[in-house]
């Protein structure tokens, strides 16, 4: 029996075409900053927005494919309703780790239309200090890219 509605990609296929804009701008974002090591978007659960789960990433499987929003720094972002750069993830003891060549980590988070936090980047570098704020405001501004996607959370 086929799929009916938004859930049927043959019927809507918008929200799969808009992940795969974003993958792509992941790969570039990889290309241009080889030392991000996974980049990814964890969604609020619309079953549960107080959990966090990946949405689409690039970068090796993560062990926290779901983060309760009272836990971690991604958690933290949202709680604070701001971007949180992380400098040396070992000295912030709200990092959950992930990946032993993981030193720095930025968490912005993606807004839609009524300014709700419904998911975030996520990105972790293999070098300290990872996120000047040059490229803090970069990353800011891709989100705001990724946030003119409307369809990418349907």
């Not at 988070?109 to 980047?121: F, M, S, V």
Request: glycine share 4%; charged share 25%; net charge negative.
């Amino acid at each position: 029996m086929p799929l009916e509605g938004k859930n049927n990609p043959a019927e809507n296929p918008a929200p799969q075409i808009a992940r795969l804009q974003v993958l792509q701008w992941f790969e570039e974002l990889k290309q241009k900053h080889p030392e991000f090591e996974w980049i990814g978007i964890y969604r609020r659960d619309p079953s549960n927005p107080n959990e966090l789960v990946v949405f689409c990433f690039i970068g090796p499987p993560t062990p926290h494919t779901r983060i309760p929003i009272d836990s971690g720094i991604c958690g933290a972002a949202v709680c604070e309703a701001q971007s949180i750069n992380v400098p040396n993830v070992q000295e912030d003891s709200r990092y959950l780790a992930c990946s032993l060549s993981t030193k720095s980590e930025l968490v912005i988070p993606i807004r839609d239309t009524n300014g709700e936090i419904i998911a975030e980047l996520d990105i972790d570098c293999s070098k300290k200090n990872g996120f000047s704020p040059k490229i803090q405001k970069e990353l800011e501004n891709f989100v705001l890219q990724i946030e003119n996607l409307k369809a990418l959370f349907d």
